[in-house]
């Protein structure tokens, strides 16, 4: 696995593509980019052919532990690891431990074990009952054992410094067996950087996992709605200065656009790709827009929708289940007789062959087909959302910002002036 930039930023943005994915080495992805998130290696609402209809999928797909630790008398049983069973084919598999989309308890990590929630209750894991599972899915990438448990109100420095250590002897402990294990020859092995919200304890925590031989590093603890977006920025900058350039960084936990811009500013090259999910399970589509400013036409006068805005004044970032500015909510009446599709111009199925007032119906019936055609759709959006992103920095827009940072701020620039600096111009709200 190598990570080639074609461009770095002043303050630390990075493009490039990862190559050399996989066990034999022939996938790449862009970066900045995410991960496609299932359940148990299905994306949910989707079948396979679903799936593949839509356009540049990413090359890695992502499962996590807490899914798969309590089928391991099956995997054991099959032997042919996890991708074969999920009838998984060309692509990259990514294993992590924890679902990004769920919040499970706390409170159960020991200096020995962490403990996973699947549907059947707690799974507690030893460093080497996680290997031995690992060994059974059979991951191309995965990342290490961690106790990422810092970021709880009044974590202690103590539990933050004990959090780090943990995680460095679970990782050791993972790099052992890693080595030695032929089941796992050719994966990568991911680090968890830890660390709460102490810069210090941070920046050890990075600087003592890259002196380890891990692929890349996994940013864990930063998830949204439990840090202020500023003090992430700085956290993460903390981070990146300990960390070679040519390894991938990956941050777990978040997804909303605008979030995921201050990470990529910060220096973050990848992400988990659980929000569009979570949206659609909220009934919603994203119908945020991100002309990029070299089209100054369409950014002006391209087809708008009386939603969000207003509709969502009151959204409570804290909460990761509530709506965010970037969607309309398609339960809403409002819907009931409008003929437009979701987003006007978006190529996706849904758009192409289905109106608001169809999936408004959908959804207000209590059809399956509401999440399909949704999932669709904010999948595409995401997806389109993350190439606008690397067009925007390839374009190396940061002058034409800076001016229009300088501007007086009108009613539409305060809608989205929670944007961050240098990228902000390639995504704009929609507003009637
Ligand atoms: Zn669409």
Redesign the pocket.
């Known amino acids: 696995m190598k990570l080639e930039l074609s461009r770095v930023l002043q303050g630390g943005g990075r493009l490039g593509v990862l190559k050399g994915l996989g066990r034999t080495g022939q996938h790449s992805l862009e970066v900045p980019g995410c991960l496609l998130y299932t359940r148990c290696g299905t994306v949910p609402h989707l079948t396979h052919d679903t799936l593949h209809s839509l356009d540049k999928l990413p090359s890695v797909t992502q499962v996590t532990l807490d899914h798969l630790a309590e089928h391991q008398e099956v995997l054991e049983e099959f032997k042919e690891g996890f991708k074969k069973f999920s009838g998984l084919h060309d692509t990259v598999l990514f294993c992590s431990l924890h679902d990004p989309a769920t919040s499970s308890p706390t409170g159960y990590t020991t200096s020995k074990t962490v403990s996973v929630w699947a549907s059947g209750g707690r799974v507690e894991l030893t460093a080497a009952k996680f290997m031995a599972l690992q060994k059974l899915v059979r991951p191309d990438c995965y990342v290490s054992m961690a106790d990422g448990e810092t970021w709880q109100d009044n974590t202690s420095r103590k539990r933050v410094r004990k959090s780090v250590e943990r995680t460095l002897a679970h990782l050791d402990e993972c790099l052992l067996v890693h080595q030695a294990s032929q089941e796992l020859e050719g994966a990568a092995l991911f680090g968890s950087v830890e660390g709460g919200d102490v810069m210090e304890e941070r920046a050890r925590s990075a600087r003592e996992t890259a002196k380890r031989p891990v692929a890349g590093f996994c940013l864990d603890g930063l998830q949204s709605g439990r840090l202020d977006g500023a003090l992430r920025s700085q956290l993460i900058g903390a981070v990146v200065k300990e960390l070679p350039e040519h390894k991938p960084r990956l941050v777990q936990g978040v997804g909303r656009p605008d979030e995921v811009m201050e990470c990529v500013e910060a220096g973050v090259d990848l992400f988990e790709g659980f929000f569009p999910f979570l949206v659609t399970e909220r009934g919603c589509a994203l119908s945020f827009r991100f002309d990029t400013a070299n089209d100054p036409e369409s950014a002006d006068g391209a087809p708008t929708s009386e939603n969000t805005a207003e509709q969502n004044g009151d959204h409570h970032p804290d909460d990761p289940s509530c709506m965010t500015p970037f969607e309309m909510d398609l339960k809403d009446k409002r819907y009931r007789d409008d003929f437009r599709?979701?987003?006007e111009g978006?190529?996706?199925y849904?758009?192409r062959n289905h109106k608001r007032a169809y999936v408004h119906h959908l959804l207000a019936t209590n059809e399956l087909l509401a999440g399909v055609l949704l999932t669709?759709?904010n999948t595409?959006?995401y997806l389109t959302f993350f190439a606008a992103l690397r067009e925007a920095l390839a374009a190396d827009k940061v002058d034409l910002l800076k001016r229009a940072e300088s501007e007086p701020c009108s009613g539409k620039a305060a809608q989205h002036a929670f944007l961050p600096r240098q990228i902000s111009h390639c995504i704009m709200l929609e507003s009637s």
Do not use: D, K
């Open positions: 599709p979701l987003v978006c190529g996706c849904c758009c669709l759709h595409a959006h």
